[in-house]
């Protein structure tokens, strides 16, 4: 009887667990196949980085200080190097001092500091006065304004007819001058007339007598020629480069020595003839 009992109750005990194990089996969560990425649990930070607009006139702003910066200004005590060469107001060398000493100098003889050569070792300055500084800047102004203004060829046109009178080609001519004087090619077109036949002497006549309103000033850039079928000339003139300017001038001079020599030949013969 003992032995009966104690197998009912292990099946019993068999019986409890292996329906636990399904229940549990049936409501258990199933794990994610896919790994969980730590980075994915991490919100993406947005960083903000300064960026610079690209604008020329902030190129061209910077440009200017660094003309305003090369050309003939007053240092100050911002002095940059330790050591620097000096130059007194006359333009003497004091050799290398250091920039405290160069203050001190500065301060009790009330002169300016102005950078002179920047690119020697150690670089040059030079002590100056106001007015100094002054006539410096007059003397660069002067210096830009007289180098030549690279560019293109500025061309103008003027168009008559070959019958036009003398009051209007001196009107025309003194035109032409002007643009000349301005660097300026001045294009010239001369009709022909159309009721007679004209030759080309006669229209490179008055070609010349423009350019002889000019001496010394202009010169035929091309030469008059023939053009729309011969209905026409066209020349341009152009101002006088500055080795013309200079064989002008050399060949005016010895024009004037050899007049003056024949006058004073003259005068000499004439008083050997008194004299006799």
């Known amino acids: 009887m003992a032995v009966l009992l104690m197998r009912l109750m292990l099946q019993t005990t068999k019986l409890d667990h292996n329906l636990i194990g399904r229940c549990l089996q049936r409501h258990a969560v199933k794990p994610d196949p896919t790994p969980l990425s730590l980075c994915a649990s991490i919100p993406k930070l947005l960083y903000l980085t300064s960026a610079k607009g690209f604008s020329t006139a902030g190129d061209q702003q910077g440009e200017r200080k660094q003309k305003r910066r090369d050309a003939f200004s007053n240092t100050g005590r911002k002095i940059s ?120 002497e006669e229209t490179e006549e008055i070609f010349n007598q423009i350019l002889q309103t000019m001496p010394g000033i202009a010169t035929f850039s091309s030469r008059p020629k023939a053009i729309r079928g011969g209905t026409a000339s066209m020349c341009v003139f152009r101002h006088l480069s500055k080795k013309e300017e200079k064989a002008y001038r050399e060949s005016q001079e010895s024009q004037r020595r050899d007049s003056l020599s024949k006058d004073d030949d003259g005068n000499s013969k004439e008083s050997d003839v008194v004299c006799q």
């Open 81 to 200: 190097e330790r050591i620097i060469r000096v130059l007194d107001e006359k333009g003497m060398d004091l050799g290398m001092m250091h920039r405290a000493d160069v203050i001190r100098l500065m301060d009790k003889q009330d002169l300016r500091l102005v950078q002179r050569n920047t690119s020697s070792e150690p670089p040059e300055y030079q002590l100056m006065t106001g007015a100094q500084i002054h006539q410096e800047r007059l003397k660069l102004r002067e210096q830009e304004k007289a180098k030549p203004k690279t560019g293109p060829t500025v061309t103008k046109e003027l168009v008559f007819s070959s019958n036009i009178g003398q009051h209007d080609l001196d009107t025309k001519s003194k035109q032409i001058q002007q643009w000349i004087e301005k660097k300026y090619h001045v294009q010239v077109t001369i009709k022909k007339r159309k009721d007679a036949e004209q030759s080309e």
